[in-house]
C-alpha cells in the first residue's frame, strides 16, 4: 500500500462520482410495480419510513408511506432522490485488487478474501493482533455492527476497533451517560409538539435532520416558545422567538448563564434536585461566576440575550432541549453537552409528556451504532468493555474465554495517529470514508499512505477506498435486510427490497467468510441477519441498551419498539426517566460542574477567523452516495463560504468569487456565499466534498478528552480572495 | 367534513426542496419539477417560498390560450396545457400572475403544476404536500388547519386594480384578510437595518 495506483482522475473516470440523473426505465409512468416493499431511507438518523417501488428486482421509485408513524410520509430531498442510487453506474460488482499503474482490476471472491486473510494473518504475526485494525460505520444495521465489533475481537483478536460514529454522537453519548446514566434520547419524538419552550442548541435541525422541524412547528402551533443557538440564523432561527448568534466554542457561556440567572429567579426545582439529584452544590459554586456579562463575554453575545433566554427556560412548565453536533463538535464537546443537560435536570423537567430532552442522531444508524459494540470502549448492549461482569456476559455470549477478549482500544482518528506511526500495519474498513470525513486530510493520506495492507468493503468506490489493496463490493441497505435504531431509540426493520447485483454480496456474508478463513468458522455461523439479531438480543439481555424483548415481528406490528425493552411481554420504552428514575445505580441524575475552556486552537493574528464546518441538506456525510445521485448535485453542486457581507467587504471579495481558506494545516479555494445570516467573525463550509474541495483539509485534529471527537466546529482560519492559480487548479 | 385542499405556510417553509425533488415524481409529468422555490434574497435573509399553481378559480392562464388548451375541471383543478391543443405560445406563462407555467422548448409545450392529479383524482396527498418535511405545504381540510394552526388560510389576492380567488390558500395572521402583492419599486434603495442581520443584533447589546 502506497499512494493510489494511479492518478485521482482516471480513478473517477473509471469509478466515479459519475451523475444518475433518470431511474431505471426512464421517468415514464411506473404504472404498476411488481412490489411496493415499505422500509427506511438509507441516510440520516431519522430513519424516515418510506415505500420502494420494484420491478424486476430494480427499484424504480418510492411511494411515501404515510403509516408509519415517525414521519408520517414526509421526506427530505435526499430521501426523496435515495432511489437513484440502486442500478447506479458506479456501483461496485466485483471484487477487485490494486494494480499498480492500473487502477483496480476484478477478481474472484475467493482470491479476494484469501489475500485479505492471508495479509491480516502475516501482519498479526509479524507486529501482534493489536497491528491489525478495523473501522465500522454508523450506517451498518445493528446486526451487521453487532457482527463488526465481534469480528473485530473475536476473529481479528484486536483491541483496535472503532467506527465513524466517533465523528458524530459520542459526545452527546458520553454526556448523557454522565449525567443521566444512560446514552439515548430521553422522550419519544411525540413529546416535542407537548412543550412549552424549547431549547435547540447547535442543531441545524432543518437541513440536517428536516423531519424534525414539523414537530418543532407543531409545538409553536401550540403555542411554544422556541430558543435556537447558533452561529448562523439557520432556517429554523429564522421563525425562532429568540435567536442567540452564540460564538462557536462559546455554548457554555450561554448554558451555564441561563442557569445562574434561573437560580437568582428561583426558576430551580429545589425539590426534585433534593430528590432526584447528586452533585448540585458543586455545580452551583461554579455557576456564582456565569453572571450574564461574563458569559455573555464567552458567547460573544450582549448579556441581554442570556437572560431573556433564561425568562423563557426558566419559569417553564414544560420544556423540550434538543442537540447537536453543533455543541459536540469540540475539543470540549462532552463539556457543553453535560452543561445543556445540567439545565434540563435542574428544572426537573424530564421523565414526563412533553418534558424531555434530546441529542439529535446525525448518522443512520449512530444510535445502535455504537450500542452494539463496533465503539472501541463498548461491548453489546452499550456494556462497558472494561467492566468484569459486562465481559463474562459476552464472552458467554460468543463462547470463548474472558481473558481472550481485547479490553479498550484506539478511537477512530488515534487510529489514524497509530497509523501514521507505524504501530498500526493493517486495517479493514467497511462503510467509513476517512478521505472525506476526518479533520486535517493531508495527515490522514499519509497515513493510509503508510499501511502495509488495506481492506475495505464498500459499494461504492469511496475516496477513501481508492487506497485499498482489495475493495470487497458489499451490499446497500436495501439489497440486504436488519434493524436500526432511529433518534428516538425505536428499533425499526429495513426489509430487503431487491438482491445484490451478481458479483456483490451482502457485506454480513463477506466478514462471516472472511472470519472463516481465519478459523473462526463456528463462531461466524448464521443463516441470516435475522439469525444474527437473534444473537445480539441475547448479547444485549440484561444490558444498558436491552433488545431481549423486541423481535422482527414486534416490529413490523407495532411500526418499531424502542429499549430497552427486555422481554416479549415488555412494551419498550419510549420515555426514559419516568417518575425522576435516572440511569445511573442510584437511581439519580449526576450534575457535573462544567467550566468554560478555549478552543484548541483559536483565532490570532496571523488565523483571525473562525472556521465552522457541517452539512447541506442535499447532501450526506461523506457525500459517497449523495455525490453520485444528479438531482442531489444540481440542487448543492459544490461547496461554499458562507460569510458576512461585512467581512467580505473587508476582504474585497464578493458572491460568487472564488476564496481561499487557509489554516495551518491546509487550504481550499470555494466559492464566497455573502450573507447576513452569519456572525462576521465565522466562516461556514460545508464538508461533503473530497480532494480539493475537502474543507477537512483546514480542520483541526484535536480531539475531546473524553469523547475523541474531533473539534470540527472551530479552528482558526485566514480567508483571501484565490489566486489564478488556485481558481485554475479546482 | 369538506374536502382537504393544498395550503402553504411561509412561516414554515426551510428551504429544503424536497417539494421540487418530490414533484418530479408525480407520474403526470415525471422527471419535470413543476413546484418553483424562491429563496427571498439570500443575501439578507433565509426565508424561502414554494410556488405551485394556485389553481385561480378564474385561471387567467386559460382566458389567454389562444389554443383553448388550458381547462379547470369541477373540482377546481386548472390543468396542465391540453397535448394535442397547445401551440407554445407562452401566452400563459407570461400571464400567470404566480409565474407558474413553463414553457418547454424540447415538446414545445407548456406545463404546470396540476395539483398532482394522477394522485389526488383518487384520494391520495399531492407529492409535495405529503413529503414537506416542515409541513410548509399541507393538505388537509380547512377544519383541520384551523384545529391545527395558529394562523387563517387567505385565498384572496390583489395585484394593483386586480383581485384573484384561488383554490390554493396561504396560511398567514389573524388580521390578514387577503394578500396585497405590490409592485416592485425599481431603482429604490431599502433603508432600514436587515432584520435578518446577525451583526445588527450582536450590536443591539
Ligand atoms: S435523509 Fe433523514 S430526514 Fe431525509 S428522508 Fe432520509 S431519514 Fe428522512
Ligand atoms: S419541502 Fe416544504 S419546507 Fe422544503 S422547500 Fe418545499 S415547501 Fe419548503
Ligand atoms: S396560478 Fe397561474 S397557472 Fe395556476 S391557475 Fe392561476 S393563472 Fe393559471
Redesign the interface.
Known amino acids: 500500500m502506497a499512494k493510489l495506483p494511479i492518478v485521482t482522475e482516471r480513478l473517477i473516470e473509471e469509478f466515479g462520482p459519475h451523475l444518475n440523473t ?1 431511474p431505471p426505465g ?5 404504472g404498476e410495480p411488481d412490489r411496493v416493499v415499505e422500509t427506511h431511507c438509507c441516510f440520516c438518523g431519522q430513519q424516515c419510513g418510506i415505500k420502494l417501488k420494484v420491478k424486476e428486482n430494480k427499484v424504480v ?2 411511494e ?1 408511506w ?1 403509516e408509519f408513524p415517525f ?1 408520517q ?5 435526499k ?3 435515495r432511489y437513484m442510487q440502486d442500478e447506479h453506474p458506479d456501483r461496485l460488482k466485483a471484487p477487485l485488487l490494486r494494480a499498480e499503474g492500473r487502477g483496480f482490476v476484478p477478481t474472484s471472491w475467493d482470491d479476494a478474501l484469501d489475500r485479505t486473510a492471508r495479509a491480516i494473518k502475516s501482519i498479526q504475526e509479524k507486529h501482534g493482533k493489536a497491528a491489525f485494525a478495523m473501522l465500522g460505520g454508523a450506517s451498518l444495521t445493528n446486526e451487521k455492527a453487532y457482527l463488526v465489533g465481534k469480528f473485530a475481537r473475536v476473529a481479528l483478536g484486536t483491541e483496535n476497533i472503532d467506527y465513524n460514529g466517533r465523528l458524530c454522537m459520542v459526545s452527546a453519548a458520553a454526556a448523557s451517560k454522565k449525567v443521566l446514566g444512560i446514552d439515548r434520547a430521553a422522550n419519544p419524538w411525540s413529546d416535542i409538539p407537548k412543550a412549552e419552550v424549547i431549547l435547540v442548541a447547535g442543531a441545524n435541525i ?2 440536517c435532520a ?2 424534525t ?2 414537530y418543532l ?2 409545538a ?2 401550540n403555542g411554544a416558545k422556541i430558543i435556537v443557538l447558533d452561529p ?8 425562532a422567538d429568540l ?1 442567540i ?1 452564540v460564538r462557536s466554542g462559546g455554548d457554555i457561556g450561554i448554558f451555564n448563564g441561563m442557569l445562574h440567572v434561573m437560580i437568582e429567579r428561583g426558576w430551580i426545582d429545589r425539590k426534585f434536585i433534593a430528590e432526584h439529584t447528586t452533585g448540585w452544590d458543586a455545580l452551583e459554586k461554579v455557576l456564582e461566576r456565569y453572571t450574564p456579562e461574563h458569559a455573555g463575554k464567552i458567547a ?3 448579556p ?1 440575550l442570556i437572560v431573556q433566554a433564561a425568562e423563557l427556560w426558566g419559569p417553564a412548565r414544560s420544556s423540550f432541549l434538543l442537540h447537536a453536533r453543533g455543541i459536540e463538535h469540540h475539543s470540549k464537546g462532552v463539556d457543553n453537552c453535560m452543561a445543556a443537560i445540567n439545565l434540563v435536570v435542574a428544572t426537573g423537567r424530564i421523565g414526563r409528556e412533553g418534558s424531555g430532552y434530546a441529542m439529535i442522531t446525525g448518522q443512520g444508524n449512530g444510535q445502535g451504532g455504537r450500542e452494539q459494540g463496533q465503539k472501541a470502549d463498548q461491548l453489546p448492549g452499550a456494556r462497558d468493555i472494561e467492566n468484569p461482569e459486562h465481559r463474562k456476559h459476552i464472552a458467554s455470549v460468543w463462547g470463548v474465554p474472558e481473558a481472550v477478549l481485547p479490553r479498550k482500544g484506539l478511537s477512530a482518528v488515534e487510529i489514524f495517529e497509530a497509523i501514521h506511526a507505524g504501530k498500526i500495519k493493517g486495517l479493514l474498513s467497511i462503510c467509513f470514508n476517512p478521505m472525506v470525513s476526518l479533520p486535517d486530510q493531508d495527515f490522514v493520506r499519509e497515513a493510509l499512505e503508510k499501511l502495509e495492507f488495506y481492506a475495505t468493503i464498500e459499494f461504492f468506490m469511496s475516496e477513501t477506498a481508492r487506497h485499498a489493496d482489495v475493495v470487497l463490493a458489499g451490499s446497500l441497505l436495501e439489497e440486504d435486510e436488519g434493524t436500526t435504531t432511529n433518534v428516538e431509540g425505536r428499533v425499526i426493520l429495513h426489509r430487503k427490497v431487491v438482491d445484490p447485483p451478481e458479483g456483490a454480496r451482502a457485506d454480513w456474508k463477506i466478514i462471516c467468510d472472511l472470519a472463516s478463513r481465519l478459523g473462526y468458522v463456528n463462531k461466524f455461523k448464521y443463516d441470516s441477519p435475522r439469525d444474527i439479531f437473534e444473537e445480539l438480543r441475547r448479547a444485549s439481555a440484561g444490558g444498558i441498551s436491552d433488545y431481549a424483548g423486541i423481535t422482527w415481528d414486534r416490529i413490523e406490528r407495532e411500526h418499531g419498539v424502542f429499549w430497552p425493552c427486555p422481554s416479549e411481554d415488555h412494551p419498550g420504552t419510549p420515555r426514559l426517566y419516568e417518575g425522576g428514575r435516572f440511569g445511573h445505580a442510584d437511581g439519580k441524575a449526576h450534575f457535573q460542574p462544567v467550566e468554560w475552556r478555549p478552543a484548541t486552537e483559536e483565532p490570532d493574528e496571523e488565523y483571525p477567523l473562525v472556521l465552522t464546518t457541517g452539512r447541506v ?2 447532501h450526506y456525510l461523506s457525500g459517497s452516495q449523495t455525490r453520485r445521485i444528479g ?2 448535485v444540481k ?1 448543492v453542486p459544490e461547496p461554499f463560504c458562507e460569510m ?3 467581512l467580505a467587504e473587508k476582504l474585497g471579495v464578493s ?1 460568487g468569487e472564488l476564496v481561499t481558506v487557509e489554516s495551518r494545516r491546509g487550504t481550499v479555494t470555494v466559492k464566497a ?8 467573525d465565522t466562516v461556514f463550509v460545508p464538508y461533503h466534498w473530497p480532494d480539493e474541495r475537502a474543507i477537512n483539509r483546514c480542520t483541526i485534529k484535536a480531539l475531546d478528552p473524553v469523547s475523541k471527537i474531533p473539534e470540527y466546529k472551530i479552528c482558526a482560519v485566514r480567508v483571501r480572495r484565490a489566486t489564478a492559480e488556485e481558481a485554475a487548479a479546482r | 367534513m369538506s374536502e382537504r385542499a393544498l395550503f402553504i405556510d411561509y ?8 417539494c ?3 414533484c ?2 408525480c ?1 403526470t409529468h ?3 419539477p413543476m413546484i418553483h422555490l424562491e429563496t427571498i434574497r ?7 417560498a414554494p410556488q405551485v399553481c394556485m389553481h385561480c378559480e378564474d385561471p387567467i392562464c386559460a382566458q389567454v390560450c389562444p389554443a383553448d388548451a388550458i381547462k379547470k375541471g369541477p373540482d377546481g383543478v386548472v390543468h396542465s396545457a391540453l397535448t394535442h391543443r397547445c401551440i407554445g405560445c407562452s401566452n400563459c406563462v407570461l400571464a400567470c400572475p404566480f409565474g407558474v407555467p413553463k414553457y418547454f422548448a424540447a415538446i414545445d409545450q407548456m406545463m404546470k403544476c396540476d395539483l398532482c392529479y ?1 394522485r389526488t383524482s383518487i384520494g391520495k ?1 399531492p ?1 409535495c404536500a ?6 410548509a405545504l399541507t393538505f388537509m381540510t380547512p377544519e383541520e388547519l384551523e384545529r ?3 394562523g387563517t388560510a387567505v385565498n384572496e389576492w390583489v395585484f394593483g386594480e386586480e383581485r384573484v380567488r384561488t383554490k390554493v390558500s396561504v396560511v398567514v395572521p389573524h388580521e390578514v384578510k387577503e394578500v396585497h402583492v405590490n409592485l416592485v419599486q425599481l431603482g429604490k434603495r431599502r433603508e432600514k437595518a ?1 432584520p ?4 445588527a ?2 450590536e ?2
Open positions: 433518470i426512464g421517468f415514464a409512468p411506473v421509485g418510492f411515501p404515510e414521519n410520509g414526509k421526506l427530505c430531498p430521501g426523496v432522490k432543518a437541513e428536516p423531519i422541524t414539523d412547528w407543531r409553536r402551533e448562523r440564523m439557520t432556517p429554523i432561527a429564522r421563525t435567536y448568534p460573544g453575545v450582549p441581554r441538506v442535499a438531482g442531489l440542487q458576512h457581507p461585512r458572491e456565499m455573502i450573507v447576513r445570516t452569519i456572525r462576521p | 412561516a414554515r417553509c426551510i428551504g429544503c426542496q424536497a421540487v425533488q418530490a418530479e415524481e407520474d415525471r422527471g419535470q439570500r443575501r439578507d435573509s433565509v426565508q424561502t394522477d396527498k407529492m405529503t413529503v414537506c418535511p416542515s409541513q391545527t394552526r395558529r436587515e435578518d442581520d446577525v451583526a443584533l450582536l443591539e447589546g
